[in-house]
């Protein structure tokens, strides 16, 4: 974890770049396990650095009242099977968390019920009664969002693709497109 920190200032910014360490060693059993994997380490992350530094200045986090909430912004940068599981922790972030927001609106999307896009109203999720979690960039290289089924380097039957993706375990089964989890990922709100 880098951190960089910004000018001594009243409300000041700090930069945090982490490298997530939850699906090290840990590829074979799906997108979906490590999308929750992800989805709680970033929880977790937020949640330690908020505390750390709301504790640097003497006040504690459990006793912060919800005029004092706290802003993060987070971005996710995945590179090949990274981004599914970025993609996959994003969504589950966006259920986990809480949207305050009133109104018939899709707060994942900034889009009214009239399909309208509403370029005023800031979008966030709460975690925690008083920690606002802004999502703002996600970025993906090289990550196979629509799977790798027919579209190996060598084409290869489908009846291979299917002795592969059982080989790869329940990972291999998602990429393959053995399962419908990609499809539900691309077509859910």
Known sequence: KNEIPSQHVQNASTFIVHN????????????????????????????QEVNQRTG????NLNNT????????????????????YGRYAIARLAEILVSPQPG??????????????????????????????????F???????????????????RVAEIGVAYALGETGRDLFRLNDLLQTMATSP
Not at 27 to 47: Q, S
Not at 70 to 83: A, E, K, Q, W
Not at 112 to 134: C, M, P, W
């Open 20 to 47: 997530a360490v939850c699906n090290e060693g840990r590829t074979d059993d799906g997108i979906k396990k490590g999308g929750e994997r992800l989805a709680n380490e970033i929880i977790n992350v937020i949640r």
């Open 56 to 59: 640097l200045d003497g006040t």
């Open 65 to 84: 009242s919800s005029k004092n909430p706290v802003d993060v912004t987070i971005s996710v940068v995945g590179n090949s099977l990274g981004g599914l």
């Open 104 to 137: 018939p609106r899709n707060h994942a999307s900034g889009i009214d019920s009239e399909g309208e896009a509403d370029r005023t109203e800031k979008i966030y999720f709460v975690l925690d009664d008083n920690i606002r979690v802004h999502f703002n960039v």
């Open 139 to 157: 970025c993906t290289t090289a990550s196979p969002h629509l799977g790798c089924a027919n579209h190996t380097y060598i084409t290869i039957p």
